[in-house]
């Protein structure tokens, strides 16, 4: 079973700043990599698969990057509604998720 | 407009059974896996397993495995999500969620709050 790391736990960062969080898978799976934002009490929200391809009505703001096992997920300029946590999912073994990342006011 | 409904929280005790639902609209049922991901509050997702609601083939997390059971109805667009014997550490918040051919999941339940305590 694949094991997804994210990096770091938590990311203070100030409106208008760019965030970049990690992901490392523990073995490869190519650039089948999606991130989800989840806000308290809601339902994870699709923002980026395939490493890359932003969801349908994602801003521009959010970015992927990387492939086999290191991936990244830009935030260019965080804008007050982004204050969330953010899950990586690899989807070429099983569906495992990473642990999270929040992304938190500094 | 795609649409994922599921039942309302549960409060159950330890040993009791229960199935959780999650009602499809807004597409063909059949034409899309359904997935089931477990939140224990305060804590990250896990993928629990997921099924083909067109044949009802199932394939479940080794996490999961023997402890849930996945099914479907194809005559009223609703996965289910069971347990026969719960125990507190199920307590936890279940979504449902659609497997695009991709594999991602585009589209969420609301989630079903399920608390098992004596």
Redesign the interface.
């Known amino acids: 079973e694949i094991v997804m790391t994210q990096s770091p736990a938590t990311l203070s960062v100030s409106p208008g700043e760019r965030a970049t969080l990690s992901c490392r898978a523990s073995q490869s799976v190519s650039n089948n990599l999606a991130w989800y934002q989840q806000k308290p009490g809601q339902a994870p929200r699709l923002l980026i698969y395939g490493a890359s391809t932003r969801a349908t009505g994602i801003p521009a703001r959010f970015s992927g990057s990387g492939s086999g096992t290191e991936f990244t997920l830009t935030i260019s300029s965080l804008q007050s509604e982004d204050f969330a946590v953010y899950y990586c999912q690899e989807y070429n073994d099983w569906w495992t998720f990473g642990q999270g990342t929040k992304v938190e006011i500094k | 407009e795609v649409h994922l409904v599921q039942s309302g929280a549960e409060v159950k005790k330890p040993g009791e059974s229960l199935r959780i639902s999650c009602k499809g609209s807004g597409y063909k049922f059949t034409d899309y896996w359904m997935?089931w991901?477990r939140q224990v509050p305060g804590k990250?997702?896990?993928?629990m397993g997921?099924i083909d609601p067109s044949d009802s083939y199932t394939t479940y997390?080794?996490s999961f495995q023997g402890h849930v059971t996945i099914s479907a109805d194809k005559s009223s667009d609703t996965a289910y999500l069971q347990w026969t014997s719960l125990e507190a550490s199920d307590t936890a918040i279940f979504?449902c969620?659609r497997q695009e051919p991709?594999?991602?999941?585009?589209f969420?339940?609301?989630?079903t709050l399920v608390t098992v305590s004596s």
């Open positions: 997935a991901v990250g997702l896990e993928w997921r997390s080794p979504y969620a991709g594999n991602v999941f585009q969420w339940g609301q989630g």
